[in-house]
């Protein structure tokens, strides 16, 4: 089966400092990979996704940025951050090859905090 | 507007229905998607229908799709306190590979 995996649950930084979260998803290959951030607890707003190795889509321009390592890594980066940064990160995968159908799994969150 | 709209707030008592509602702007997507998020968990797909269905139903939960009004709803019957979190209504983005997410409603089940 399949697991995806987001780390650290929980981070709090201080503004300006760099910024790091990893997702892996397991058991499955080429997977679709997204993050997402959701302030203030409600809505959704995709930052990045990712249909391949090295090839990263920006939705918003904003002080982070994504990289896709290996096929299955998704890392979020910074390298100051700001206040605005904070919230809940979730990462998310979809299959390929489903046509029009799109179900995403998600991972279970990093709260960043900036302080 | 947003392109995906929700209220923000629903409050039922336990063992009652409950109805969540969802309109969108955009109607080229092929199907539309119920999102459930646990408080400080990720989101888990609680169901989905499929563009040219006008109903679906799975155990307590029901689907009605209306395609000319651009309208989504999401009924849970026998409201139980476990259902409480936020509940996302979302469409596929077409050609892309996204989804368009709702602004979320947050659903809270009264003992």
């Known amino acids: 089966s399949q697991t995806i995996h987001q780390w650290p649950a929980t981070l709090v930084q201080p503004v300006g400092s760099p910024l790091s979260l990893e997702c892996t998803v397991e058991g499955t290959s080429n997977p679709n990979l997204y993050w997402y951030r959701q302030a203030a607890g409600r809505g959704l707003q995709l930052l990045f996704y990712?249909?391949?190795?090295?090839?990263i889509s920006s939705e918003v321009p904003q002080n982070l940025s994504a990289s896709r390592p290996q096929d299955r890594q998704f890392i979020l980066s910074s390298k100051k951050l700001l206040l605005s940064d904070s919230g809940f990160y979730l990462c998310?995968?979809?299959?390929?090859?489903?046509?029009?159908?799109?179900?995403?799994?998600f991972g279970p969150g990093t709260r960043l905090t900036v302080l | 507007g947003e392109d995906v709209e929700q209220s923000l707030f629903l409050s039922v008592r336990e063992g009652d229905s409950s109805v969540i509602n969802c309109t969108y702007t955009?109607?080229?997507?092929?199907?539309l998607y119920w999102y459930k998020q646990e408080p400080g968990a990720g989101l888990q797909l609680l169901t989905y229908?499929?563009?040219?269905?006008d109903m679906k139903q799975d155990q307590r939960l029901t689907v009605l799709l209306n395609k000319k009004d651009k309208h989504l709803s999401l009924r849970i019957a026998d409201t139980q306190t476990g259902d409480s979190a936020i509940y996302f209504c979302?469409?596929?983005?077409?050609?892309?590979?996204?989804?368009?997410f709702g602004t979320g409603t947050l659903l809270a089940v009264q003992p």
């Open positions: 229908i499929f563009s040219n269905m």
């Open positions: 955009d109607s080229s997507s092929t199907y």
């Open positions: 990712s249909v391949g190795i090295g090839q």
């Open positions: 979302a469409r596929g983005g077409g050609a892309t590979n996204k989804l368009i």
């Open positions: 998310a995968w979809s299959n390929r090859g489903q046509g029009l159908y799109n179900e995403q799994f």
